[in-house]
Structures are given as C-alpha cells and as structure tokens.
C-alpha cells in the first residue's frame, strides 16, 4: 500500500529566509503524481505545486520548488522569500487515482 | 475561475441524526471525492465516485454513508446516523480526469453534539 510520510510535525522560518519541507513516500507504481497542498487556518485545501513521476526537470510555482528524486521516493517543497502569509499547514499528497495524505508540516513564519 | 462549492460551511446536528453534505463539483470535471479530516489529524479518503457509481471507498466509508449525485451538478454525502466521532470538516474534490490534479472545494464543518 502506498504510503506518504512527513517527518517534520513544525517549522518555523524567519521572513524573507528560505525553508524547505520534507517529504517520502512509498509506493511500487511507476507512474504517479505528487502534489503539496497548503491549509491555512481557514482550511480550505489549496493546490501549491504537483510533480508528474514521469518528469524528471523538478516543477516550480514563483516562490515554490520541489527537489523530486524518484529513486529515494523524496518529494520536498522549498519556499523561497517566505512571508507571512505562507503560515499553514503543508499537506504532501501521493495520487495515482485517489490521494494518499501525509500527516502534515505546520510552518510558522516569524517576522 | 471554476471552483468547487460546499453547503453548509457548518452543520451542527444531534448524535443519530442523518446529515447530508452537499457539494457542487466544477462543471466538466468527472471524478469526483470525499474526504475528511478530524481536527489536528491527517485528510483520510472517504470515497471516489465515478460514471454514477463508487469507484472506490475507505474502510472509513461503512454502511452508515451513501453518496448520490441526483442530477447532473449536485455531488452528496449522507451520514445516516451521525456519531460524536463523525465530527470532521468533510471536503470534497473533482477533477476532469483519472490522472489530473483534484480541486477542492472549501470544505464543510460538521459537528455532532
């Protein structure tokens, strides 16, 4: 079965500075699809970056970027100039039909 | 911009009572999802729903939920007889093929008293 797991329960980062949110997964499929979602407090689910398995260039959303590395199963999302209104939570998701859900990353962003 | 919508965005409902969470999925999507989220827990799937019927389901999803789309725009969820531990924010989500990403709609709080 798969399975996605966040090791970092919180994050804290200083404004403006770069953090980056890990993320691994399991799975013996070969096609797939990776997604990182941000819930702020109000929690609506939103869409941050997706990553195609097939792809090997790493995607990248303005301040977001992935380091995806098929062969360790490693999906992490590095923000860029954070500010504050990148505080919430960080969902990594593994999909190729339904979603699989990581336990989440709550990131603070200190000012 | 397309966007999924849910109602209620809180529904507060007495323990053994049936609940039904209405979602609208954007228009040409085909697949369509339940999930749930306890508070300060993990989203869990619930349910996909494909062709006018359950493609998939969690073992979360017993006989106490259903799931119809009753006309060409409507996707809901029914809990026939709510428990104190159904109390989640349920989300739904669509998308317009098996293998594109999910759009999720904002979500509606349930609370079971």
């Known amino acids: 079965a798969q399975t996605v797991t966040q090791s970092q329960p919180e994050m804290s980062v200083q404004e403006a500075e770069t953090v980056t949110l890990s993320c691994t997964y399991d799975?013996?499929?070969?096609?797939?699809?990776l997604f990182w979602y941000k819930q702020p407090p109000s929690r609506q689910m939103i869409l941050v970056i997706r990553q195609e398995a097939y792809k090997q260039q790493n995607a990248t959303e303005n301040r977001f970027s992935v380091n995806f590395q098929k062969a360790a199963k490693s999906f992490s999302l590095k923000i860029s100039d954070s500010q504050l209104g990148d505080a919430a939570m960080y969902f990594c998701?593994?999909?190729?039909?339904?979603?699989?859900w990581g336990a989440g990353t709550k990131l603070i962003i200190k000012p | 911009e397309p966007e999924v919508t849910q109602t209620p965005s809180h529904q507060v409902t007495q323990m053994g009572q049936e609940v039904i969470l209405r979602c609208v999925p954007i228009s040409n999507h085909l697949y369509f999802y339940w999930y749930r989220q306890i508070l300060g827990q993990k989203v869990e799937f619930l349910v996909s729903f494909y062709n006018n019927e359950i493609s998939e389901k969690s073992e979360i999803f017993d006989d106490q939920f259903s799931v119809e789309r009753p006309d060409g725009s409507n996707f809901t969820l029914k809990i026939r007889s709510t428990k104190l531990e159904d109390s989640a924010m349920y989300f739904c989500?669509?998308?317009?093929?098996?293998?594109?990403?999910?759009?999720f709609g904002p979500g509606t709080r349930l609370t079971v008293l």
């Open positions: 989500a669509s998308k317009i093929t098996l293998y594109n990403e999910q759009f």
């Open positions: 998701a593994y999909s190729n039909y339904q979603l699989i």
């Open positions: 799975t013996s499929e070969s096609d797939y699809y």
